[in-house]
């Protein structure tokens, strides 16, 4: 638990949009993950396992593990939410390298473009012809 948590704070160390938006989501949803686990998951396999005799009936064990299988689901979607961020992450970083090379190379076509338009230049553009 710890690794994950440590893990996703030293990513969001770097504190640009993406960190805040997609590592101090995972890191929440990561958290609240554990924090379901240490407060519904822990008691109740205790109750499941090893019964208190006289205390815990069978209903009890039947109700505990009942909430036990809830509370895993819901860990599940909230790990399942933190490897979506982090895929998204990494989706919308590649996106932004593609846009940054598609765009530098629109700017170079645009200054060679420009540089044919200088006055004595033997290729005239459309508005001149």
């Given at each position: 638990?710890?690794?994950?948590?440590?893990?996703?704070?030293?990513?969001?160390?770097?504190?640009?949009?993406?960190?805040?938006?997609?590592?101090?989501?995972?890191?929440?949803?990561?958290?609240f993950a554990i924090a379901?686990?240490?407060?519904?998951?822990?008691?109740?396999?205790?109750?499941?396992?090893?019964?208190?005799?006289?205390?815990?009936?069978?209903?009890?064990?039947?109700?505990?593990?009942?909430?036990?299988?809830?509370?895993?689901?819901?860990?599940?979607?909230?790990?399942?939410?933190?490897?979506?961020?982090?895929?998204?992450?990494?989706?919308?970083?590649?996106?932004?390298?593609?846009?940054?090379?598609?765009?530098?190379?629109?700017?170079?076509?645009?200054?060679?473009?420009?540089?044919?338009?200088?006055?004595?230049?033997?290729?005239?553009?459309?508005?001149?012809?």
């Amino acid at each position: 638990m710890g690794v994950g948590i440590i893990g996703l704070a030293g990513k969001l160390h770097k504190w640009d949009d993406s960190a805040m938006f997609f590592d101090g989501s995972s890191l929440a949803a990561y958290i609240f993950a554990i924090a379901v686990y240490l407060s519904v998951g822990v008691p109740a396999s205790r109750t499941v396992a090893t019964p208190v005799e006289g205390v815990d009936t069978r209903e009890d064990q039947v109700e505990a593990l009942q909430i036990l299988s809830a509370g895993n689901t819901i860990i599940i979607v909230l790990l399942g939410a933190v490897l979506a961020l982090q895929a998204g992450e990494e989706y919308a970083r590649r996106a932004e390298a593609k846009e940054l090379v598609r765009f530098a190379e629109e700017s170079k076509l645009t200054t060679v473009s420009e540089a044919s338009d200088v006055p004595g230049s033997k290729t005239e553009s459309k508005k001149d012809q």
